[in-house]
């Protein structure tokens, strides 16, 4: 997977030059256009833009394009909030990678769902695809992984992080999988699951990385040198309680909490810890052990 994940990386910095810039822009048009044709046929132009292979077959080469354009939604309004959703992700995304790497995430969701179609119908005897609803939420959680933090408004009303959303949608990607293996769908059971594995062909060496650091952290807290550490300042920090000061000369006596404005250094040259004012630090006789 890190191979896979180089290799998206190094074409994306060789040819600056790939893909359609924009294309979510592209993406809604297409969208809106067989809304507004799907509406004016009564649907019948349904049958003649969907994923079909055997219609692929007898050379109706359009429908490896036309499904992608098949809206998700029959409903005005809730098109528009989905489609808005849709160019807004795309478009963070494009801008935060640049034009061929977006451009790659999103070709190869489509073509790992053409290749999911294909298998389906030899394997279960179905393979019709109809729009890209999983490629278009994988967007998202590339989205919720590159801004974890940023605020979206969840039903148009209440402020949540991308991550919690995230961790929503990944559950549902779980749940249509489950719920479409129970009815025997299996391509439908498939398509949830190819989408979140373009999504980790982009997002496999960050994950790693993370999860790597996150057990170092957690090996660095839970070390013997670590628990020491904090275990001594603890006990510095009860004795400069009930001592009252922190610093304190070992020449003249004088400490930090009655003349908070001195300055205050410990000396290498001494044989343990060791503290001195600034009037001294360099005017002392060194202890030995």
């Given amino acids: 997977m890190r191979k896979l994940n180089s290799a998206m990386e190094r074409f994306a910095l060789r040819h600056p030059n790939f893909g359609i810039p924009n294309l979510m822009l592209y993406i809604v048009i297409g969208n809106v256009a067989a809304f507004f044709l799907l509406r004016l046929t009564n649907y019948q132009a349904y049958l003649a833009m969907v994923f079909e292979w055997s219609s692929i077959l007898h050379f109706q080469l359009w429908r490896l394009v036309s499904f992608i354009f098949v809206p998700q939604s029959t409903e005005p309004f809730s098109l528009i ?64 992984a590159l801004y974890p933090d940023a605020r979206l408004m969840l039903f148009y009303i209440i402020p949540v992080k991308a991550k919690w959303l995230a961790l929503a949608d990944a559950a549902l990607f779980a749940v249509d999988t489950v719920a479409a293996l129970l009815r025997g769908d299996w391509l439908s059971a498939l398509l949830p699951v190819i989408a979140l594995l373009n999504f980790l062909i982009f997002f496999w060496c960050e994950i790693v990385d993370q999860i ?29 309680a009930q001592q009252g ?15 908070p404005d001195l300055e205050f250094r410990y000396c290498s040259r001494c044989a343990g810890y060791h503290c001195f004012c600034a009037d001294h630090i360099f005017n002392h006789e060194h202890f030995k052990e």
């Fill in 81 to 144: 909030l989905s489609l808005y959703f849709m160019y807004f992700i795309g478009s963070m995304l494009e801008r935060e990678w640049g034009t061929p790497k977006f451009n790659l995430y999103y070709l190869s969701g489509v073509v790992l769902t053409i290749l999911t179609g294909i298998i389906s119908h030899y394997a279960f005897g179905v393979g019709i695809l109809a729009g890209t609803y999983y490629v278009n939420m994988s967007m998202f959680l590339a989205f919720a």
């Fill in 212 to 240: 790597d650091r996150r057990r170092g952290y957690a090996r660095h807290r839970n070390s013997h040198q670590t628990i020491q550490f904090k275990s001594a300042v603890r006990q510095q920090r009860k004795k400069e």
């Fill in 245 to 259: 000061y922190r610093h304190k000369c070992s020449v003249c006596g004088r400490t930090d909490t009655d003349y």
